[in-house]
């Protein structure tokens, strides 16, 4: 049997609303006799008898039962908004960690609009779209009241809501693919300028403003084009409604009138029945408006639907205790994602607690992506990375990242201040932590010269700080908390000499305080803080071994061969390793 999602769990607390909302429905059709009726009556019976204590008596029971038919709306509606909010609260959390898996997996895919189809779903199934579809069973109900009228208004009512309910089934088969092209074609161009305008100043500085604009108006002018015609379509069928509807009023009233001549009705049937076919064509006419709505809540309930099935929930694991630092990589084989193509082939190492390691290799060797599977941001094909013995993915995510730190190649900061950022966001985080990890990197006396200090808002991805600045605080969040195992990526390729003698300081810190620590790094300045070194080349692992026996010169191996009988194989300077 399928395990239930989130999704589903959010779908069927909004079905219970659902249900009540459809007996508020069932009601609040019925109040709409009302007009009708009381028309009726004012024809009838007040204008024929001019008994004006019939006229105030059926105006004070109409005028309750109005307010009867508002207070149900009232709590209709209010019962829609409560619903969505807790759909939202439902849904919204889980959404959010898949996107960030999902993101994880595929860096370069678009998983983040999942949150807007949230926000879509949501205001569909709260706002005036779906009314128009709880309205639509008691449509029925208002013909049968017409043919009870006389069987010729009954069909002129009929005709109109098959004609009108034939329209919107015309709206929807002529711009369902246009709509879903004008979709994809939407978020293909809103990703484009996402992912470029993080890169601005290369645009400008380079001179690709003009080049990279008109491959944003390629995509745009394809989703207008797109929208264009559907807009077209839907536009056709919109006036084709409209004319229908009136036509419906003027065939009512006339075939009513002809009735009424021929005293086969009386003037005030012909005019409640006008109301009620008007009444019965509204929530036709409202579906077909809202159309375009219900498309695209139906397209993003989709692309929520294929988030949940393909991004596996997190599985309630055992908190584990607090580990030591031991890290092994068991044969890790990982590919591009979606290809077969190898990125890193069976790569084998072992990291005691409390070591620290350089991984150095050429580019393109693989470094980026082992580092990415050290942290447990990505999973391997087959193999292990292991932490104190256990597999990452079997940790508690929550506790896995307490204990790990964490410095990208590429620093990205989080709206905010300096503070909350180096804390990681953490609820409870307290100040003397914060300094704590500051001071530990090296950081404290550069933070406190920004303008507000710990207090200064880094801006969307730290833009209001320097690079060397944002990996001066990246370096504070890596080491914040004192984890047991940090993994620092080219974590000085924007420092200037101030930085770089920070950063030396606090890897012999981390060093001295047991945490172990894996160093990615073009620079041979830092392997004498080293233990191992890790020689990656073409996703496979060249070289791995003691950082002093890896580069001693020839000379320095002599007397160690001499002792042990063995021969002396010539070994690359530090100023010689790979880059």
């Known amino acids: 049997m399928q395990k239930k999602t989130s999704l589903d769990a959010a779908y069927g607390r ?26 009726l009556q004012i024809y009838d ?23 009867s038919y508002g207070l149900l709306e009232f709590t209709r509606s209010r019962l829609l908004v409560r619903a969505g909010l807790q759909f939202d609260d439902v849904l919204a959390n889980d959404t959010f960690g898949k996107v960030v898996r999902r993101q994880t997996a595929q860096p370069g895919g678009s998983a983040h609009m999942a949150l807007s189809d949230v926000d879509k779903v949501r205001e569909f199934m709260t706002g005036q779209g779906i009314l128009a579809f709880f309205d639509a069973p008691w449509v029925p109900l208002f013909l049968a009241l017409c043919f009870a009228f006389h069987p010729l208004l009954g069909l ?27 979709g994809q074609a939407g978020q293909g161009a809103s990703h484009f ?28 002018e394809n989703m207008l084009a797109h929208q264009a015609r559907a807009s077209n379509r839907a536009g056709i069928v919109m006036s084709a409604s409209k004319f229908i509807r009136m036509s419906l009023q003027i065939a009512i ?13 009386s003037p005030g049937i012909m005019i409640a029945a006008s109301i009620v076919m008007g009444r019965a064509l509204a929530p036709v006419e409202q579906a077909v408006g809202q159309w375009k709505q219900f498309v695209g809540a139906r397209q993003a309930h989709a692309r929520l639907k294929q988030l949940f099935a393909s991004v596996a929930d997190e599985e309630e694991r ?38 620290v390691m350089a991984m150095i290799g050429p580019s393109g060797s693989g470094k980026s992506t082992l580092v990415r599977h050290l942290v447990g941001a990505s999973q391997p094909v087959s193999g292990a990375v292991r932490l104190d013995g256990t597999e990452l993915q079997h940790w508690v995510p929550e506790q896995l990242g307490r204990h790990m730190g964490y410095l990208p190649q590429d620093v990205k ?25 500051a001071t530990l990197s090296g950081a404290h006396e550069m933070i406190q010269s920004l303008p507000e200090g710990y207090e200064t808002d880094v801006g969307d991805n730290g833009q209001n700080l320097s690079g060397g600045q944002r990996q001066r605080i990246g370096l504070a969040r890596a080491v914040f908390g004192g984890p047991c195992l940090v993994v620092l990526d080219e974590p000085n390729s924007n420092l200037d000499s101030p930085g770089e003698k920070a950063l030396t300081a606090c890897i012999q810190k981390l060093k001295q305080m047991g945490t172990t620590v894996v160093l990615v790094t073009h620079k041979t300045g830092l392997l004498s803080l080293t233990d ?47 880059n």
């Open 14 to 39: 909004f079905r219970t609303t659902l249900l009540a909302t459809i007996v508020f429905s069932f009601f609040i059709n019925l109040l709409m006799f009302v007009g009708p009726l009381y028309m």
């Open 45 to 67: 019976r007040v204008l024929s008898s001019r008994n004006e204590y019939t006229l105030v008596a059926i105006t004070v029971i109409a005028i309750g039962l109005l307010v």
């Open 156 to 182: 002129v009512a009929t005709t109109g809501a098959i004609l009108i309910f034939a329209l919107a089934l015309a709206n929807e088969f002529t711009t369902r693919g246009a709509l879903k092209e004008a």
């Open 193 to 220: 300028v996402q992912t470029t305008m993080q890169n601005a100043e290369v645009i400008r500085a380079l001179g690709m403003e003009r080049a990279l604009t008109d491959r944003w108006l390629v995509q745009h």
């Open 253 to 265: 009233l006339g075939v009513g009138a002809y009735l009424a001549l021929g005293r086969h009705i």
């Open 318 to 355: 055992t908190e584990l205790p607090s580990p030591k630092g031991q890290l092994v990589a068991d044969k890790v084989f990982a590919t591009v994602p979606g290809t077969r193509t190898s990125l890193l082939k069976g790569v084998n190492f072992s990291l005691g607690a409390g070591e």
């Open 413 to 437: 900061l989080f709206r905010g201040s300096v503070a909350e950022n180096i804390s990681r966001f953490r609820v409870g985080a307290t100040d003397a932590d914060i300094v704590a990890a």
């Open 532 to 578: 191992k070194t890790l020689v990656l080349k073409d996703g496979t692992v060249n070289k791995f071994g003691p950082t002093r026996e890896m580069f001693e010169t020839p000379a320095q191996q002599k007397p160690a061969a001499a002792r042990s009988g063995a021969a002396v194989v010539p070994m690359a300077t530090p100023h010689s390793a790979p």
